[in-house]
């Protein structure tokens, strides 16, 4: 051929055999290799978690730590606020591009682990490797599902019913009291709504874990194995419960109470000043906190605190197509076992697990906030009944579920015992 | 394009002159050669057609019939026939129900945006001052399109506290919590839908540009006045233009996702109000975590909308003029 050609058809030839080995090249990158003993070599960890700005830089601050201690190791750390944050963990484990370590809660672990998304720990947890012998035994193994180690309880937290306490005194009306009965709380509710004129309390109907403590001490819980632990009747009583309260005007109106059913701490009715209480988790108070000016108090939710349980907050999980394994399981072991660690992440995420940290975080805690939350916690921490399972699959369905029923009780759409029906077969049609 | 070229005469030695015999004996590598590299210069188009359409849709229509979750991997998926199609059709109340939401939404809120547009698009369409200025202003929501912060400023106008209540309170009127209620959220998001009417305006006003003054003036000459040559001269003339917005916009309607999504919190609430189709596919591919089912929805959604632009088409013969033949052939 002519040699002017050459050049041209050098530059096919190159084209054409980029387009053939780039999807090779790309299959190749799904590959597992796991080069995980190479431990000396450079290694970057992706991790993901979900929280606010206080928790972006304490962790940060504790994977800066690692990085000084093992300067082969560096992060790409990617972090978002709770909603939207599972929708894309999942369309990262879809795409086999999920973070070599994720924060997940109780409410997903389930849905990840039976489907193999999270690395099973329980060979490092043996090797000593993951040390979780400073935990409480209940904690970590509110880790395990189908007998796999699927994540590793990081931080312990319990249901919190968080009060304005600056508006109660200004009034003068008493603050409420753990132990008090549901009816006497939303009496106590509606006494301090009157004195207030701020509604007395958030409608709980539509949160799962007030419903879930409400069924604990009825004797029942929210699942038995792989089915539900409750029946249509438990519902409606919980939704009558609350209907009764609306009347009452206890609660605020419907439209507000589902301002405060989104899970974002900052649209709390405690804090937007809409309602004097607050269905949340013990260790939000810190960050509740920062969204008013007036001082909260914090106490376990009514009925018998007994219906309460330590609750792993979340768990650290490492990714199942993670190409550093090893080096993932050392991090997550670290932050939870690292006394120095420990100092610089508090009990942002719960108490510490590492029962050491925990003691010595709580001698050195300064916060108002997260001395309070600290202190209720280890004080109902004596008080605490078993812990329930970890939810089965489709529990998120169920808590929308949840919501969605209740709402169309607090809208004025469904009765109780419609709404309780409806919310029944959903719930069933989720988990089977 | 590329048979241009080939029969162009080129300078070189094995060059084909513009001869028959001489394009028998060159042109088949030479026609090879230049179709590879046709296809090379078209490969980053088509890497991305089938890489971002083609294969994606492909691979939802196979998953469509699998029990595929997301989180498993690939291997275990299991192929489940027709059962997604089965329950979509029998046995999914929620499925019903934003299909009625998406068609309410779609059947109102498309047709008063395409008024809006029209009758905005008639007062712009005269020669004053600043009317430029105008036209840009009305453009501008358009311009914002599916956004998010939109969507927020939205939620914060028409809730209870919003400035929507407050302007209302001036003349003594108790508003309702309208974004915030199962009663107005839908009615909410229709409004925010019809305020984006300035990308249809903005067409409708090169339409009537190019409807001829000579009719008007025909007209007036035969004593018709406005509401008459709206009727029988814009309109007419406009049609075209009509049926063009009207199919967008129907596509665009039943496809809304965005500000369903970010006034319900990613719910479709209150009480599933503003459960728009779309978002319904959403949370049960990611929320849910059934994707194959999911993706039986988008398919009988993509069926749907392909059958309703059909019926547009085709009622377009009884009132779609086309002026063909006289000033602009």
């Known amino acids: 051929m002519h040699p002017a050609l050459h050049p041209r058809r050098r530059f096919l030839r190159v084209v054409t055999a980029a387009l053939i080995a780039l999807p090779l090249a790309l299959a190749g990158c799904g590959g597992d290799d796991d080069s995980s003993s190479d431990s000396d070599g450079p290694v970057e960890l992706s991790i993901f978690w979900w929280g606010g700005d206080a928790r972006a830089k304490l962790t940060e601050d504790a994977l800066a730590l690692y990085t000084k201690k093992h300067p082969n190791v560096t992060f790409k750390k990617t972090w978002q606020a709770n909603q939207g944050y599972f929708d894309k963990l999942a369309t990262l484990t879809a795409g086999n591009d999920a973070p070599d370590i994720f924060q997940i809660d109780d409410n997903f672990l389930t849905e990840y682990a039976s489907r193999g998304a999270t690395l099973d720990l329980t060979k490092y947890r043996e090797s000593g490797k993951l040390d979780v012998s400073k935990f409480p035994e209940s904690l970590w193994k509110y880790g395990e599902v189908d007998g796999k180690l699927a994540g590793l309880a990081f931080g312990e937290n319990t249901q919190g019913l968080v009060y304005n306490r600056t508006k109660l005194q200004a009034a003068n009306v008493p603050e409420p009291t753990t132990g008090m009965s549901w009816e006497a709380f939303i009496s106590w509710a509606e006494q301090a709504g009157t004195a207030t004129k701020v509604a007395g309390t958030q409608d709980p109907s539509a949160d799962y874990k007030a419903f879930w403590v409400w069924l604990r001490q009825q004797g029942k819980d929210l699942y038995k194995g792989t089915d539900l632990g409750f029946t249509k009747d438990d519902v409606q009583k919980w939704f009558e419960l609350w209907k009764g309260a609306r009347d009452r005007k206890v609660t605020p109106s419907a439209d507000i109470i589902h301002e405060g059913n989104a899970t974002d701490i900052t649209k709390q009715l405690v804090v937007t000043n809409k309602a004097l209480t607050s269905w949340v988790w013990v260790n939000q108070m810190p960050e509740l906190a920062k969204n008013t000016k007036d001082s909260l108090g914090v106490i376990a939710y009514p009925g018998d605190p007994s219906a309460q349980w330590a609750r792993a907050s979340m768990y650290f999980s490492v990714f199942r197509g993670s190409k550093h394994k090893d080096v993932a399981v050392d991090v997550i072991n670290f932050l939870a076992n690292d006394p120095e660690a420990g100092k610089l992440l508090g009990t942002e995420r719960g108490l510490p697990s590492n029962l050491d940290t925990r003691k010595s975080v709580a001698e050195a805690v300064t916060d108002p906030n997260m001395k309070l939350s600290i202190q209720v916690e280890t004080d109902l921490g004596t008080k605490f009944g078993k812990a329930p399972q970890v939810p089965p699959k489709g529990h998120s369905t169920v808590r929308s579920e949840l919501i969605k029923a209740a709402e169309s009780a607090q809208y004025g759409r469904a009765t109780p015992a419609a709404a309780a029906e409806a919310f029944f077969n959903a719930a069933k049609a989720a988990i089977k | ?329």
């Open chain 2, 1 to 329: 394009m590329a048979s241009t070229t080939t029969t162009r005469p080129r300078p070189g030695p094995d060059r084909p002159k513009a001869g028959v015999s001489a394009h028998r004996r060159g042109l088949r590598p030479d026609r090879t050669r230049e179709g590879l590299a046709g296809y090379i210069f078209l490969s980053p188009w088509l890497l991305g057609l089938m890489g971002i359409t083609a294969i994606p849709m492909l691979m939802s229509l196979y998953l469509s019939f699998t029990d595929y979750d997301i989180l498993s991997t690939w291997s275990e998926i299991e192929w489940v026939g027709l059962a997604n199609y089965r329950r979509m059709f029998g046995d999914d109340p929620s499925y019903w129900h934003a299909v009625q939401v998406t068609a309410t939404f779609a059947l109102i809120a498309v047709p008063l945006k395409l008024a809006a547009a029209l009758g905005v698009a008639l007062l712009l369409n005269r020669e004053r001052r600043g009317v430029g200025l105008f036209r840009g202003l009305f453009y501008l929501p358009s311009l914002l399109g599916g956004s998010v912060a939109l969507a927020i400023v939205w939620l914060n106008i028409f809730n209870r506290d919003g400035a929507f209540n407050g302007f209302l309170g001036l003349f003594g009127i108790e508003g309702e919590p309208w974004a915030n209620d199962p009663d107005w959220a839908l009615e909410t998001l229709m409004v925010l839908a019809i305020w984006q009417f300035g990308a249809p305006m903005v067409i409708f006003l090169a339409g009537l540009k190019q409807v001829p003054t000579e009719l008007y003036e025909a007209a007036s000459v035969d004593g018709a006045g406005p509401v008459r040559k709206f009727l029988s001269i814009t309109l007419p003339m406009l049609s075209p233009v009509i049926f063009f917005n009207l199919v967008l916009e129907t596509i665009n309607g039943f496809q809304g996702f965005t500000s369903a999504f970010v006034l319900s919190g990613g719910t479709g609430g209150p009480v599933d109000s503003t459960l728009m189709y779309t978002l319904n596919l959403y949370i049960k591919g990611f929320t849910d975590y059934e994707m194959g089912y999911a993706s039986a929805m988008a398919w009988v959604f993509l069926v749907f909308i392909g059958v309703i632009t059909v019926v547009l088409f085709s009622t377009g013969r009884f009132w779609v003029h086309y002026s063909d033949g006289d000033d602009n052939s």
